[in-house]
């Protein structure tokens, strides 16, 4: 499973790289804050909202800790979709929420 850390997707967001970011926390903790331009798939409705993205695409990952998006990759790349793991979820996050 290929990971990234939450300096690596600040620092790109930063030098204005478009990323297609998907946030599989629950709806409760994504009111806490999500990354600008984040979608909101809750883990739990991934394979049914899967058809939503696009097999030529890049997504990455990203949960409270790492975990549930670890999960979510792993679901992903088993269907051939190009995803990648965001590493410490938003506990990591440094950067910039919308609430």
């Not at 058809?51 to 949960?63: Q, V």
Request: glycine fraction near 12%.
């Amino acid at each position: 499973m290929k990971e990234v850390t939450a300096k690596e997707v600040q620092e790109r967001l930063e030098n204005g790289e478009k990323l297609n970011l998907i946030d599989v926390r629950e709806a409760d903790e994504v009111a806490q804050g999500i990354i600008p331009g984040a979608k909101h798939i809750p883990l739990g409705l991934i394979e049914f909202r899967e058809n939503e993205l696009e097999k030529n695409e890049d997504y990455i990952m990203i949960c409270r800790s790492g975990g549930r998006s670890g999960k979510a990759t792993q679901y992903l790349e088993e269907r051939g979709y190009d995803v990648t793991n965001m590493a410490g979820g938003m506990l990591d996050w440094e950067g910039p929420v919308e609430k």
